[in-house]
């Protein structure tokens, strides 16, 4: 099991990374909250891993911190909630947006989320309720604004399953100088209060 990588960030394409470990290089699928606070090109990056074996191929999803970590290993144990699933409700909500909305039986919010149906949002909330841990955890990367391109933006908020229509809806308020941080949580919140 790949429980944590540490090396040199080569390439980032949303919503994977490319890390370079002592001359392997890693694909990483993260959700964009730890997309978010990666340092630049050619520096150092530790991330939390979690390692899937399937058929097709190994899958490997990194994290910013063990807290995301954890939430993403509780998230796919969930019926009806695989990875890809488990990334989009890490992009859009942090982990404590994610346990108090599950606390409080937030069906709606859960659901706002692209792959979430009432049913799977039901289930989240009665599955997930009190694992969740509510505490603060700082982050191993720096947070960092990494100027970016609608066009960054965009890609990223198309993979976590919006449709093209909706993206560029929530593109379109932008500022042009947004970093991608910024940037895709704007354009979620934006998605999500629809």
């Known amino acids: 099991m790949i429980a944590k990588l540490s090396g040199i960030l080569v390439e980032r394409y949303p919503p994977y990374i490319l890390v370079d470990v002592a001359g392997i290089g890693y694909e990483v699928d993260t959700p964009m909250s730890t997309f978010c606070v990666l340092p630049e090109n050619g520096e150092a990056v530790v991330l939390y891993t979690h390692f899937i074996l399937r058929d097709a191929a190994p899958l490997l999803y990194g994290f910013a911190t063990r807290l995301e970590q954890h939430a993403f290993r509780l998230l796919i144990k969930v019926v009806g909630v695989g990875p890809k699933i488990a990334l989009a409700i ?77 993206v560029n809806g929530a593109i379109a308020s932008l500022s042009e100088d947004v970093d991608i941080n910024s940037g895709i949580r704007l354009a979620l919140s934006c998605l999500m209060a629809r």
């Open 90 to 166: 890490l992009s859009g909500l942090s982990v404590n947006e994610l346990a108090l909305a599950v606390e409080r039986g937030d069906v709606a919010c859960l659901a706002r989320i692209p792959g979430i149906g009432k049913k799977t949002a039901e289930r989240l909330a009665l599955e997930l309720r009190g694992k969740l841990s509510t505490a603060p955890q700082a982050s191993m990367l720096p947070q960092r604004h990494i100027v970016t391109t609608r066009r960054d933006i965009h890609q990223a908020l198309l993979a976590l399953g919006y449709s093209e229509r909706e």
